[in-house]
């Protein structure tokens, strides 16, 4: 016999026993008058790693909303400073004992340290850092999740050229890679607004749009998949019959039906955005005269070895948001699943 | 000559940064402070130095020297006419490009001399310094083993006339200022077929002729532009820029502009016919672009590829470390290099802003969120002219050294009419730099608590790509600038005029005083022993009368060199590493 070239996955189909059952048929019965919602908020709430990580992600939610008490609280803030009362000046730029680590202890003035050359507070770019993160994958995931919804909408129950034209500009978009696209449009922004005091704003905007404009097709794929299954049910056609308006059954009897796999999407859009936002500030692009974590780490990478709490500070808080955000997605699409048995 | 590395224009301009600690000079307090800025020394010149060149104690042959060149693009076109940055002068004249004279390092005191190299001797000038003749040495040798002629220097020397077809050549300052029809002949190429009687040949004698008074030619003839060029075809540009003939002691093997050059030894090149260079390793690379946290780990390594390998920048987070470990493989290099702020002359009108600004600006600070290393390579500027030039006056705008002194300011802008925050600079930085973004934060903190509102512009081209062109829309908005000089040669006449004549190309203040530039041009027609303290004086006359540039800075470059590398030293004239001299140890 040759040696098996298939995976673990097909393997089970490729054989002649029949495929397993779905085995909480029986599991079912027991927990029947439940909402679908209900039954994945009682999975949610039983699955140990989704409550840690929802638990992290609300740390984070918080701190980034209360940057500014937290700031005050610590008494630091994210004011330029002029450096060279603060720093070692032949010593690399790395600040002096008295001020922080790596030379000297912790303090309490600047808890997390200061930074090496600009002499700024470690605590109060990290804290305006997680802001400026989760703000932008918000709102990133806000307009991607909407528009994309949308457009599955609309392509999956209208069908046609409609649906014809909106798969290709799905197609269109998924052939652009989106860093490419950010790299180009960086360029363009600084030419036609680095004169305009609003510049930072008009950045971090534009960084939105690059992040949703190449964000929505997933989405939007998906939800026309499943419109496409569930229009032909009978509660559609029954809706149909009896003359409702196709805003009211795109609304009130497709949409809740697609909670589900929209909140899977979600919950996955948003460490991708995050970590695609620091990607973007490493890369110089994006939120360039703000502060974000990108940013920290592109400056912080050659003092690795002189002063590595300075590089680990952002990247333990990149790693631990997006690894929540990312578990806890996966907690949510498992609860949501009717299929899986936990 | 303009340093052209990025890093250098956001450190020198962006950033326009650099200079001066309180006062009080380096930090002598300091305990680790055991090294500090040094002036360069003073060229001298040895006309009767005859081929070949003494060899270097202990040099051995052989061997591969790898070349990293943090950040620095290195040159985009290795045509010797069309050569004005450091880094491509200084290896293209070290290694391919003869000329008419070239320096060589003194290995005791490590000056440099100028010495001849195609010419035989340092040039024959008449008596008013208006007509120059040079002998060239009939034993050279081009890489395909063709004589190199005198016809062919001519022809180098006419091609420089070509400000059109080499626009960032240093012919563009010195063959059209100097050389008989210098604004009405406009070289070969673009002004095709006509006669020009500035250069003759005769048998061995090329002849320039001047349009005034010009005692520096043998200083200018070391740049390669005054070289030999291929005749007719051979040479058009600008295909001959990516295939030059090399006539040293090296011929390029490849050359991926921006990316890395390849030199092997050109066997035509005979040691016998050339007073200064040395043949010793096998093979020259060149990375141009690398990263300079990459690049200084590599060199702190120590590892086998890395003892044949040598930098020409040292990240300043791994200075101290550097300075302990590598002791004499850590070379500190003064170069003749001023950097300065440029307010616009036309815009900010009153001596006292600009003497304002000369406060405001937190030199230490900006050193420091920049990545140099405040008193070893940035220390406090005083003149145009940079230590080590001839001539140099040791005077003070404001009766002492500029220092950041917020109060200081305020008070000179209150007697200018400005109350605190009423004076806006409006001034460009280049973004694609974390290191510019975080000077220009730096700035913006300083002189805001000095009285100034600063608006600073993020572009994302070279500064000078703005600062140069007078029709950019950003440019127009600016009323101030930068600009970071090293000299060409040890004499006034590379510095002064280049920033402060009116109309020249990197006059980014825009400064324009009639009597300044009379006197410019005044000083070349006087007696040679004179010059160089009329240029230290005028120079005193421009900085106490008008101050129209603030020197922020003078700078020191720091080399680190593999430990198997021979002979690790600096070229102080040209500011870059003595490749002339370098040899592997065996």
């Known amino acids: 016999m040759s040696a098996q070239t298939a995976g673990p996955e097909t393997l089970g189909h490729l054989s002649d026993e029949p495929p397993q059952q779905p085995q909480d048929s029986t599991k079912a019965k027991s927990i029947t008058g439940k909402s679908p919602m209900r039954i994945a908020m009682g999975r949610l709430a039983r699955d140990k790693i989704a409550l840690v990580c929802a638990f992290v992600v609300v740390i984070f939610v918080l701190v980034a909303v209360f940057a500014g008490a937290i700031c005050s609280i610590f008494n630091v803030s994210t004011d330029t400073v002029l450096p060279s009362q603060y720093l070692d000046t032949l010593g690399g730029g790395l600040p002096l004992p008295e001020y922080g680590p790596p030379n000297g202890g912790f303090t309490i003035d600047h808890p997390f340290g200061i930074a090496p050359q600009s002499a700024t507070d470690n605590l109060a770019y990290w804290v305006y850092g997680a802001r400026t993160s989760l703000e932008i994958s918000f709102t990133a995931t806000l307009f991607a999740s909407v528009f994309g919804i949308f457009l599955g909408l609309i392509a999956g129950f209208v069908g046609g050229v409609v649906d014809k034209s909106i798969s290709f500009l799905v197609d269109l978009f998924l052939t652009i890679p989106f860093l490419l696209a950010g790299l180009v449009i960086a360029p363009i922004i600084n030419q036609n607004f680095n004169a305009s005091d609003n510049y930072p704003r008009i950045q971090f905007w534009a960084l939105i749009v690059v992040l949703a404009g190449f964000g929505w097709m997933g989405v939007a794929r998906l939800i026309r998949g499943e419109v496409l299954s569930l229009r032909e049910r009978e509660f559609v056609q029954a809706a149909r019959v009896i003359g409702m308006p196709a805003r009211r059954i795109l609304l009130k009897e497709l949409l809740p039906n697609l909670a589900a796999p929209i909140v899977v999407s979600i919950s996955l859009m948003l460490p991708t955005f995050v970590a695609a936002e620091a990607g973007f500030a490493y890369l110089g692009i994006g939120v360039t005269s703000g502060i974000s974590w990108g940013q920290t780490i592109n400056k912080a990478t050659p003092f690795f070895e002189s002063y590595p709490l300075y590089l680990w500070e952002p990247v333990i808080g990149i790693v631990a948001l997006v690894l929540a955000l990312n578990l806890l997605g996966d907690a949510i699409r498992d609860a949501l699943d009717p299929k899986t048995r936990r | ?586």
Not at chain 2, 198 to 210: A, R
Not at chain 2, 224 to 248: E, Q
Not at chain 2, 399 to 404: D, I, L, V
């Open chain 2, 1 to 586: 000559m303009r340093r052209t590395k990025p890093l250098a224009v956001v450190a020198g301009a962006a950033l326009f940064a650099l200079a001066a600690c309180g006062g009080s000079g380096s930090d002598g307090g300091n305990p680790k402070a055991d090294r500090t800025y040094t002036g360069a020394a003073e060229v001298t010149k040895d006309p009767e130095r005859q081929a070949p060149a003494a060899d270097v104690e202990g040099a051995t042959a052989g061997g591969t020297i790898t070349v990293y060149l943090p950040g620095d693009p290195g040159p985009d076109s290795m045509d010797p006419t069309d050569g004005w940055s450091v880094t491509g002068n200084s290896i293209q004249q070290a290694l391919t490009s003869r000329s008419l004279t070239q320096y060589s390092r003194d290995p005791k005191t490590g000056e440099m001399v100028l010495v001849p190299d195609l010419a035989t001797d340092l040039g024959t000038p008449n008596d008013d310094f208006t007509e120059w003749t040079f002998t060239i040495r009939d034993d050279a040798k081009w890489e395909d083993g063709s004589p190199v002629t005198a016809d062919e220097v001519a022809w180098g020397i006419q091609r420089s006339m070509d400000s059109d077809t080499f626009p960032a050549g240093p012919g563009t300052e010195y063959s059209q200022s100097y050389f008989s029809g210098a604004g009405e002949y406009k070289g070969p190429y673009t002004d095709k077929g006509k006669k020009w009687d500035g250069v003759s040949v005769d048998g061995q004698d090329v002849t320039i002729k001047m349009a005034k008074t010009f005692p520096d030619m043998d200083y200018w003839g070391a740049f390669m532009a005054m070289g030999p060029v291929p005749l007719g075809k051979a040479s058009t540009p600008p295909d001959y820029g990516k295939h030059i003939m090399s006539n040293g002691p090296y011929k390029v093997e490849s050359f991926r502009p921006q990316e890395e050059l390849v030199l092997v030894k050109n066997d035509q090149w005979d040691p016998n016919t050339d007073p200064a260079r040395h043949q010793y390793a096998d093979k020259f690379i060149f990375k141009f672009n690398q990263d300079q946290a990459k690049v200084d780990q590599i060199m702190l390594s120590d590892n086998t590829e890395s003892q044949t390998s040598l930098s020409n920048a040292l990240g300043s987070n791994n200075y101290d470390r550097a300075n302990t470990e590598l002791g004499d493989r850590l070379v500190q290099q003064s170069s003749q290099c001023t950097s300065f702020l440029s307010p616009d002359y036309t815009k900010i009108t009153d001596i006292n802003v600009r003497k304002a600004i000369a406060y405001a600006y937190p030199y230490q600070d900006m050193w420091l969120a920049t990545g140099e290393v405040p008193g070893v390579t940035r220390v406090p500027a005083n003149s145009i002219m940079p230590p080590g030039m001839a001539g140099k006056h040791d005077y003070f705008v404001d009766g002492e050294q500029f220092t950041y002194n917020p109060e200081k300011s305020k008070e000179l802008l209150k007697e200018a009419g400005y109350e605190p925050g009423e004076f806006k600079i409006t001034m460009v930085y280049y973004e694609p730099d974390p290191l510019a973004v975080a000077g220009q934060k730096v700035l913006v903190k300083g002189m805001q608590e000095a009285g100034f509102t600063v608006k600073g512009i993020p572009v994302q081209d070279s500064p000078y790509n703005i600062w140069l062109d007078p029709d950019n829309k950003v440019n127009k908005t600016l009323n101030m600038r930068g600009v970071n000089w090293c000299s060409d040669w040890p004499s006034g006449l590379t510095m002064l005029p280049p920033l402060v004549r009116t109309g020249a190309a990197y006059n980014t203040a825009q400064f324009s005083e009639k009597s300044i530039d009379d006197k410019m041009s005044e000083i070349p027609t006087m007696p040679l022993e004179q010059q160089a303290d009329e240029w230290g004086a005028l120079d005193e006359e421009i900085g106490t009368k008008y101050f129209p540039i603030i020197p922020t800075a003078f700078r020191n470059d720091l080399y680190v060199f593999g430990s198997k590398i021979g002979n690790p030293a600096g070229d102080g004239q040209i500011g870059a590493p003595d490749y002339k001299d370098l040899y592997v140890m065996q």
